[in-house]
Each structure stands twice: as C-alpha cells, then as structure tokens.
C-alpha cells in the first residue's frame, strides 16, 4: 500500500480540501478527506498524471473532472514505474537537473533565436510580403498616406511647370518599372522636412523640400531611383512585418499583445524615418546604381544630394535648438523684470522653414548653421538626420563616388 497526500478539488468549485489518496497493490485508487468519508474509487489507470517538472505540484486528473494536487514526487514516481513503466514519465525532470543538459539547451536557444532573428525573420517577411495582394499593399499606402497628410504634410507649392519637369525626367525610370505601377507625388514636407519616401503600391512621395535642395533634376533621379528599389523588393512591408512580428513577441512575453494588434500601425513612422536595415539599404543602392549607369548618370548624383539632405537636417535641428534656448532666456529675464517675453520661436522657425522651402540652403542661413555646427561640434548633442537611418558607411560613399568600370580608360 502506498499513500499520497495532496489538496482535493471536486471540478465543480474554487474550494478544496486536504485528502489522503490509498494506492493498493492492485492499483485501485481510494481517496478520503480528513473525516474518512470517500471521494473515489477507481482503477489508476484511469487516472492522467502530469509529468514532473523541478518542484512544482503535481496534479492527477480524475475521469469525472476532479483533480488531486501533491507533492509527494517520489511515491508517484513509484507509482508511475509500478503500473505504467515509461522512460518518459521522469524524462523532463532527469533533464532539467542535469547540468550538461541545462547549458546545451541554453546554447541552443540563444544560438536558435539569433539564427531567427539575423536570417529566419527576414528570409519569413520576405515570402510573407512577396505573397500579399496588391489590394492590401493598395490598402496600407492609402491608410498611410492620409495618416502623413492629416499629421504632417500640406499641399505641394510646387508650381506645375517644375512638377512637369521632374516628372518627364522621371519618366525613363518610370517606363523601365511599369510593373511596378510607380506613380510621383509631391507634397510640402512640414515639420518632416526634406524627404522622399516609397509607399507598399508603387506611390513615390518628394517633398518640396528635396525637390529645392537638389542642384540638379539628375539627384533627384537618382534618389527616385533609390525609392524604385524599395518598392520592388518591397522593404516597407518587409520592414514592417519584422518590426510587428517582434512587438508580438515582447507584447506575449510581457503580457500585452494590443501593440501587435495592427500589422501596419509602425508603416507611417517607418517610411517617413526611412528605418531600413542596412541590407534593405544595399538592395536599393543597387538598384539605383545600375540605372544611373545604364543611363549614364555620374553616380555621385545620389549622394550628393544626401550629404545635402544631412546638412540640412543638421541645420534646421541646430536652429530650432537655438531658437529655444534664446525663447528660454528671454523668458527668463522677462520674468526677472516682470514683464512678458514676447519672443516666439515658432514663428521665427517658421520663417526658417520657409527660407528652405523657397531657396534651398541660403548664404545666410549656411552662415548661421555653420556656426552652430561649429560651436556644437564638441558636444554630446546627437540630431537626427538622413544618416542616421540611412547609414553614410565608408561603403556606401566610396560606391557613388566611385567611376563606373564601363566609364574608365
């Protein structure tokens, strides 16, 4: 005869009591409560038992939804190897106390989850992406769109005879990718500023911001060109689908998935960020790289106009920094002499922006910036730039400055 001890819960309520469970030779089952009185009788066969795992209770599942928790290990153990001999009843247990085990099972995990996240999540993205209909990449472009213009963009002050004018020398590139269903868009960047991005459906989005800082329409092909690569190797849905499939596993790990609910919630933030990876990076490159070759297009075009887009970006973040600690200290002394400030930075930043978006980068406003550059070059400030998510690697600059092997004598 063996006993076991444990807590006794009927399967009809929360409520339980201590009983003792009496295991004959022949294997029948008789659990009584402290009074003596009955509970079951029954064969132990027909009882499930749950596998050991470190010291955590056990529990027996009963044919009519009762269920037993103990902790008495050892006599189920016995039990289990007397009436159900198995190897594996104890497999689980044997394996999470043995140390070699343990460490190989560690190794194994952390190598496993570094192989899904460098090679096995991008490799799924991309035949996840690959096998969306258009109607959904048609769907995330349209949502997103609206979402940038409602938060961020205004209407283009592109007069039309330069619209025309990018967009006839957009139209070689154009023609090459109608599979694609590439179409242009303008729009003024507001508080985003000089950009051009590429939505899931083919949309290619400049703003007139970019469109003033190029000295040429050549770096604004060669951006365009950049922005094709993105949409044919679809990098925003890719991008988005690694960033949606992580949130999930944070939000399971911590216990709130309501971050992953929508797939294209994080699409606006990341293509108006451009946060591609670095490989994303490369691919457009390419694609950028042989179409400027292939119509001979001096390939310093592209990054020409991105060391560009970095200055400015550095410029305007420097000035608005400036114009706050000016606002700042004047409201200080104000308050010092009891009188209002009226300085109003955004008004004086407004007029900054629109400098750009009128000029491009003017003497004036390089003078300015160029000073602030200069007397922030030893600080711990870190602005946010083109570069800072499109990486300006030695790589990447010494390929666009490099002459095209078909071009050398």
Request: proline share 3%; charged share 25%.
């Amino acid at each position: 005869m063996m006993q076991v001890r444990g807590d006794w819960f009927d399967g009809k309520t929360s409520a339980h009591q201590q009983v003792l469970v009496d295991v004959d030779h022949a294997g029948m089952v008789l659990v009584r409560n402290a009074s003596g009185q009955l509970l079951a009788h029954l064969n132990f066969n027909n009882i499930e038992v749950t596998s050991r795992i470190g010291s955590t209770p056990r529990y027996w599942y009963f044919p009519q939804g009762e269920k037993l928790e103990t902790q008495d290990h050892a006599v189920v153990d016995n039990l289990l190897q007397k009436f159900r001999p198995s190897y594996f009843h104890t497999l689980a247990h044997r394996l999470e106390t043995h140390l070699q085990f343990v460490i190989l099972t560690l190794v194994l995990v952390v190598g496993m989850t570094w192989w899904t996240m460098i090679y096995g999540l991008p490799l799924a993205s991309r035949v996840v992406a690959d096998a969306l209909p258009q109607s959904v990449m048609d769907r995330a472009s349209l949502e997103t769109l609206a979402i940038l213009d409602k938060m961020h963009f205004h209407p283009t002050k592109l007069d039309k005879q330069t619209q025309e004018r990018v967009l006839t020398h957009f139209a070689p590139a154009i023609a090459e990718n109608k599979e694609l269903n590439i179409r242009v868009q303008f729009r003024g960047g507001g508080d985003i500023g000089a950009n051009a991005f590429a939505l899931p459906d083919g949309t290619v989005v400049f703003t007139d911001e970019i469109v003033h800082l190029a000295h040429n329409d050549d770096e604004l092909l060669a951006v365009f060109a950049h922005e094709i690569g993105h949409v044919k190797y679809r990098h925003g849905l890719r991008a988005t689908i690694q960033g949606s499939v992580l949130s999930f596993a944070v939000g399971m790990l911590v216990g709130d998935v309501s971050a992953a609910a929508d797939m294209l919630a994080a699409l606006p933030l990341l293509l108006t960020t451009s946060s591609y990876s670095r490989d994303f990076e490369r691919e457009a490159d390419a694609n950028s790289l042989v179409f400027l070759d292939a119509h001979n297009i001096p390939r310093h075009s592209f990054i020409d106009l991105m060391e560009r887009l970095t200055y400015s970006a550095h410029c305007s973040a420097l000035i608005e920094l400036d114009e706050e600690k000016a606002e700042e200290k004047a409201e200080k002394e104000a308050e010092g002499k009891g009188k209002k400030s009226d300085v109003d930075s955004s008004n004086v930043e407004a007029v900054a922006k629109q400098e750009v978006i009128e000029k491009g980068i003017s003497l004036e406003r390089k003078a300015r910036c160029d000073k602030l550059m200069q007397d922030y070059k030893n600080s711990s400030l870190k602005l946010l730039d083109y570069f800072s998510s499109h990486p300006e690697t030695d790589e990447r600059t010494a390929t666009f400055r490099k002459q095209p092997a078909s071009n050398k004598k």
